[in-house]
């Protein structure tokens, strides 16, 4: 059973910046996609960033240009660096496994991220 652990979440003003990390308890986890998502209060779970294993990466038009995914891969993590945020960016944010830009194993407890403006 593949696990993630999701940290770094916080309260922030708006204009700044938070560095999430999620560990993952996979022996090939060198050779998976992996992706952030976050959940909004009412809104459906997104993709917002996804890095595959030789590390092209992919956004969500909402944060390009802001968030920077990347891994390590001797470390077992995926982190999300979020600059410049923004209160719409408030959410709670979940690491996982992607495949054809679907999360595909179960969901750890995620990260809050909390802007205020």
């Known amino acids: 059973q593949v696990q993630f652990v999701e940290s770094g979440g916080g309260l922030v003003q708006a204009g700044t910046a938070l560095r999430l990390s999620c560990r993952v308890s996979h022996k090939w986890f060198a050779a998976l996609t992996m992706g952030w998502f976050r959940q909004a209060p009412g809104k459906q779970r997104e993709l917002v960033a996804a890095i595959s294993r030789l590390g092209s990466t992919t956004y969500a038009d909402a944060v390009k240009g802001r968030f920077t995914i990347s891994r390590d891969n001797a470390k077992n993590t995926v982190y999300l660096q979020m600059d410049s945020l923004k209160p719409e960016d408030t959410a709670v944010y979940y690491c996982?496994?992607?495949?054809?830009?679907?999360?595909?194993?179960?969901w750890g407890q995620g990260t809050q991220v909390t802007v205020s403006s």
């Open positions: 996982n496994q992607v495949e054809n830009g679907v999360a595909r194993g179960s």
